[in-house]
């Protein structure tokens, strides 16, 4: 005669994410759990249907609670086929019931799930067909029964899922933030902060940044001792066969008791800051659904405004803000973290701060160093948590005091690593010589660094008040991760060392371009910048595409353009934003056409025009394929710049244009229009390119390229490449 379930030790796993193994393992040991184990992702442990049960209800870690009916071969799918039919599915089904597999793992044949699941659905239906002349129904979604299967290799575990959904869905949360974080890994960043003794002893609890209020909720369940299953509509054992009904009321009745007694006994002060009010809005609902709005406090208001009742005793600061895999990019997130630790650093003294994050090197930007980090996982991605006791000013000023005792001739600023001092010593020195140098010139744009030091692989550019930084794509000999790493010291460093707000850095990722991508919008920003280059007014754009709409590496030959333009016929082909037609016209070109194929940079060039008073009568835009409009084009100019791409495939092109294939043809045509003792310029930017010998034996050439990089460009080799170009008759130019 079988033992009732009642009497029986079962054997349990409680699955997890990965990283919470230990705080688990003593969860399920406080729930009763006996020969407790952990293993990646899950515990193993005993207990009996009542301790089954509590683990459902209460634990705030686990993602499923499984009942292991056995351990079956699975060699191949005959074997996994026959150790399932094994099984008395009739004591956990019957023939009203509905049920679904989840198989996860392979076996040596079976590499899909979705096989795996079939060929244990297929066992499972066909033994109780065979055996009781009965099947049950196969359901996706809801159904009464979850059969888990885990497969490793040869061997495969069978369990019934007592859990239904993941136990990280309380019930509470139907409206998220932009990037929710999933609630047992929101317990487990609580629990490794010391909340539930914190709770205990009554002390508030603080998130600065709550998005959908997951941190708080999950806080205020702990501090009122509320079970994290009790809003949950069903669980998986509901309708199993081998449910206990009155085993399951006592667990849940005694669960009822304790949250009515902790909310009476609660407290600790619990408040949410967050700036966009749809989603605290959202987290009101969550708080109204957790039956917790009158207990924590969800305040509509920016980072910025950040400021804590000065009645409120120090406790604990939870916060997962942004980072780079959720939303955001480096530079506005370097910036945020900064200011978010300047904000505790000020409002929060003697407090215990809690920084979730997935990008450990942003919270460098903090400012406070970490007594203690732990890892974890959001899902795949690997995370931190890091813990800081936040000093008063009095204690950071005294430890300064002693540090500067023990080293006064260190520097007064210490940046986030030797790296980072070394990458922000460089630029202090860049700039103090290249901040005079275009002052002297009446430059407002210039190249301040330029992936001086490798390591640190940037491109450095300022614009007036303003910073464009471009990271330069690191070789896949590079680690990913360090690359990042250095890329938001430089991000941490700039501001500081050039004295600009944060908010006036803009950061561009430029990796290998093709075909058209250089055109593609990055942002919707539409911010135009006026700048001022030889007398010349022009427009830039900082944020909306990965070129600003000034090369600034050109500033000499737009220079030299202007000088010799004076009464000529000017052709800019590829003229991108117009800015040399603009110097052109300056320099007294008696007419301009410019050609380009893109609508968009045709449409800025003629605001370029408009803003210094030039007439688009007598300076006409061109929207052609360069090379079709010369095979078409009958007139005459007398200075003509050309400064193609290096590769397009835009759709708008017929072909797919090669700079260095296509070039001699774009010259010869190009000198054909050309006056008599008219000048062709050509430049390109292709680090490996080599001009045609048929340029040189049938125009009068000179490479002029040394004579076209300004200071502020001479670090880099190859930045671009430049001709002078004429007609040639019997040797001699004409």
Same mark, same amino acid.
């Given at each position: ?6 009497e ?5 796993f ?22 407790v @184990? ?14 089954a049960y509590?683990s459902?209800?209460?634990s705030r870690?686990?993602s499923?609670i499984?009942l292991r ?18 099984f008395?599915?009739?004591?956990h089904l ?9 198989? %996860? ?25 065979? %055996? ?23 061997t ?8 239904g ?7 509470y ?10 609630e047992?890994l929101?317990?487990?960043i ?6 539930p003794?914190?709770a205990?002893?009554?002390k508030?609890?603080m998130?600065?940044?709550c998005?959908?209020?997951t941190?708080l909720i999950?806080g205020?369940?702990?501090a009122?001792d509320i ?7 069903r ?19 005694e669960?009822r ?15 949410? =800051?967050?700036?966009?009010?749809s ?7 969550n708080?109204?659904r ?13 980072l ?20 780079g ?5 480096e530079a506005s997130?370097?910036y945020?973290?900064?200011h978010?630790?300047e ?8 407090w215990?701060?809690?920084i979730f !994050? ?12 970490p ?6 996982? %959001?899902?795949?991605?690997p ?20 540090q ?5 001739e260190?520097?007064?600023v !210490?940046?986030?690593s ?5 990458f ?8 103090? @010589?290249m ?10 744009c210039?190249?301040?660094y330029?992936a001086d ?16 930084? @471009? ?6 000999s590079i680690?990913?991760?360090?690359a990042?790493?250095r ?9 500081e ?9 803009v ?10 991508? @250089? ?6 920003q ?6 001022e ?5 022009l427009?830039?754009?900082?944020h ?8 600034? *590496?050109?500033?000499?030959m ?11 016929r =000017?052709?800019?082909? &590829?003229?991108y !934003?117009?800015t040399a ?12 056409t410019s ?15 408009a ?5 688009e009568?007598r ?7 360069c090379?079709?409009w ?15 791409p290096?590769?397009s495939?835009?759709k ?10 296509d ?12 006056s008599?003792?008219?000048v062709?310029?050509?430049s390109n930017?292709?680090?490996? =390119? ?8 049938? &125009? ?7 004579q076209?990089? *300004? ?12 001709w002078?170009i ?5 040797? !001699?130019?004409i």
């Amino acid at each position: 005669m079988n033992t009732p379930l009642t009497e029986r030790s079962l054997e349990l796993f409680a699955s997890c994410p990965k990283g919470l193994e230990i705080l688990l393992a003593r969860e399920l040991a406080d729930l009763g759990a006996e020969s407790v @184990q952990e293993t990646v992702a899950g515990v193993s442990f005993n207990g009996s249907l009542e301790v089954a049960y509590r683990s459902c209800l209460w634990s705030r870690l686990a993602s499923r609670i499984l009942l292991r009916l056995g351990e079956i071969r699975s060699e191949n799918k005959d074997s996994l086929y026959q150790g399932v039919r094994t099984f008395e599915w009739d004591d956990h089904l019957d023939n009203q019931s509905s049920f679904r597999v989840d198989f %996860n793992g392979s076996t040596p044949d079976i590499n899909h799930t979705r096989f795996g699941a079939q060929v244990v659905k297929d066992a499972i239906v066909d033994q109780l067909r065979d %055996n009781h002349g009965w099947r049950p129904s196969v359901q996706a979604t809801n159904p009464d029964l979850r059969v888990n299967i885990h497969a490793r290799g040869k061997t495969a575990f069978v369990s019934i899922d007592l859990s239904g959904q993941s136990l990280h869905q309380r019930g509470y949360r139907q409206e998220s933030g932009e990037a929710p974080l999933k609630e047992n890994l929101a317990a487990a960043i609580l629990i490794r902060a010391g909340w539930p003794e914190m709770a205990a002893q009554g002390k508030p609890l603080m998130d600065p940044m709550c998005g959908a209020g997951t941190l708080l909720i999950e806080g205020a369940m702990m501090a009122a001792d509320i079970a994290p299953g009790l809003l949950r509509a069903r669980f998986g054992f509901d309708r199993w066969m081998g449910h206990v009904p009155k085993v399951w009321t006592k667990v849940l009745e005694e669960a009822r008791e304790r949250r009515q007694q902790g909310l009476a006994n609660l407290s600790s002060h619990m408040t949410g =800051f967050e700036g966009l009010g749809s989603v605290a809005h959202r987290a009101k609902s969550n708080l109204e659904r957790a039956g917790l709005s009158k207990r924590v406090r969800i305040r509509q208001q920016e980072l910025k405004d950040l400021a804590m009742d000065s009645d409120v005793d120090a406790g604990l600061v939870v916060c997962n803000p942004p980072y780079g895999e959720r939303m955001g990019d480096e530079a506005s997130l370097v910036y945020l973290y900064k200011h978010l630790g300047e904000k505790l650093k000020e409002h929060c003294p003697g407090w215990q701060a809690g920084i979730f !994050t997935g990008t450990p090197s942003l919270v460098k930007n903090l400012g406070m160093g970490p007594k203690k980090s732990y890892s974890l996982f %959001n899902g795949a991605l690997p995370c931190k948590l890091f813990l800081y006791d936040i000093r008063s000013r009095e204690a950071r000023e005294a430890v300064a005091e002693k540090q500067e005792r023990n080293q006064p001739e260190a520097r007064t600023v !210490t940046y986030i690593s030797e790296g980072a001092n070394m990458f922000a010593n460089r630029l202090k020195k860049n700039f103090r @010589q290249m901040s005079k140098w275009a002052r002297k010139n009446n430059i407002d744009c210039y190249r301040l660094y330029d992936a001086d030091m490798p390591e640190y692989a940037v491109a450095v550019d300022v614009y007036r008040d303003w910073v464009h930084v @471009q990271e330069y794509a690191a070789p896949k000999s590079i680690n990913e991760e360090k690359a990042q790493e250095r890329l938001i010291e430089a991000l941490a460093v700039t501001p500081e060392v050039l004295n600009i707000p944060d908010e006036n850095i803009v950061l561009k990722r430029r990796e290998r371009q093709s075909g058209s991508s @250089q055109y593609v919008r990055q942002d919707e920003q539409k911010q135009m910048m006026e700048v001022e280059e030889g007398g010349c007014r022009l427009l830039v754009n900082l944020h909306d595409y990965l070129d600003t709409g000034l090369f600034l *590496d050109h500033r000499l030959m737009r220079m030299r353009l202007q000088k010799e333009a004076a009464g000529k016929r =000017f052709l800019n082909l &590829f003229c991108y !934003t117009a800015t040399a037609t603009v110097h052109a016209a300056m320099g007294g070109a008696v007419s301009s056409t410019s050609v380009d194929l893109s609508n968009t940079y045709l449409d800025w060039g003629k605001k370029n025009l408009a803003l210094n008073g030039l007439s688009e009568r007598r300076h006409r835009m061109e929207r052609e394929d360069c090379l079709k409009w010369l095979e078409k084009d009958t007139s005459e100019y007398d200075l003509i710049f050309m400064d193609p791409p290096t590769f397009s495939n835009s759709k708008k092109l017929k072909d797919v244009f090669d700079v260095q294939k296509d070039h001699f043809r774009l010259i010869e045509l190009a000198v054909k229009r050309l006056s008599k003792g008219g000048v062709l310029y050509f430049s390109n930017n292709f680090r490996k =390119f080599k001009l045609d010998e048929r340029v040189e034996s049938e &125009f009068l050439v000179e490479e002029i390229t040394h004579q076209t990089i *300004d200071r502020d460009f001479q670090r880099r080799k190859g930045i671009h490449r430049s001709w002078k170009i004429m007609k040639k008759v019997n040797g !001699t130019n004409i």
